[in-house]
C-alpha cells in the first residue's frame, strides 16, 4: 500500500500533485523572501535606533499614513486590542515620537499623531530599508526583475480580492 497517497484518490492524479507542489514551492519562496524583507527593516532599525521594535516602527508607520487616529482605529489598523494599542502610544509618546490632543469632535477621546522627530525617525527607517532592498533587487537579471515585478503585483491582486479592506480583517492594509 502507499503511503503517499491522499484518502480518496486512487489512482493518484499526477497534474493535481504537480500543482500542489509547485504551491508549496512558491509558499515556501514567499516565506523566504518575507523573512528577508523583515531583516531588512530590523537592520533598517537598529541602525537608526536600537530601542524601538517591529511594532513600534509598525505603529509609527500607520500613523506617517493616515494621522491623525483615534486610538480604537489605530488598534484596528494595527490588529491589535486598544489596551495593546494605548501601551505601545504611551512608549512612542515618552520617547517624543508620537503626540496626543483632544479630539474637537469628542472630549473622551484623544488624536495621536506623529512628532516630527516620529515622522523622521520613519522616513529614515523606510529610506533604508528601501535602498537594501534596491541594492538586492540591482544584482537581479532583467528578466527575473521584471518576472518578479509581474509575480509580486499578482499576488498583491489576489491578496486584494481576498483580504478586502474591513473589520473581518483587522491589520491587513494592502493600500
Do not use: C, F
Not at 45 to 55: H, I, K, Y
Not at 106 to 132: C, F
Not at 134 to 142: D, F, G, I, K, S
Amino acid at each position: 500500500m502507499a503511503t503517499d497517497r491522499l484518502p480518496g484518490r486512487y489512482p493518484p492524479d499526477p497534474v493535481e500533485d504537480a500543482a500542489a507542489d509547485a504551491a508549496q514551492e512558491v509558499t515556501a519562496s514567499l516565506l523566504a523572501a518575507s523573512r528577508l524583507i523583515v531583516a531588512l527593516s530590523v537592520r533598517a532599525l537598529a541602525d537608526v535606533d536600537e530601542t524601538l521594535t517591529l511594532p513600534q516602527l509598525r505603529t509609527l508607520v500607520v500613523l506617517a499614513d493616515q494621522a491623525p487616529l483615534k486610538l480604537s482605529d489605530l488598534a484596528a489598523e494595527l490588529g491589535v486590542n486598544p489596551s495593546t494599542a494605548l501601551r505601545m502610544a504611551d512608549r512612542l509618546a515618552a520617547g517624543g515620537l508620537l503626540a496626543r490632543q483632544p479630539n474637537p469632535d469628542s472630549r473622551r477621546e484623544q488624536l495621536i499623531s506623529l512628532t516630527p522627530p516620529g515622522r523622521d525617525l520613519v522616513h529614515t527607517v523606510m529610506d533604508r530599508r528601501q535602498a537594501e532592498i534596491a541594492e538586492l533587487v540591482r544584482h537581479l537579471p532583467a528578466a527575473d526583475r521584471a518576472g518578479l515585478v509581474r509575480a509580486l503585483r499578482a499576488l498583491t491582486a489576489a491578496a486584494q480580492d481576498t483580504y478586502p479592506d474591513s473589520p473581518d480583517h483587522p491589520g491587513l492594509r494592502l493600500g
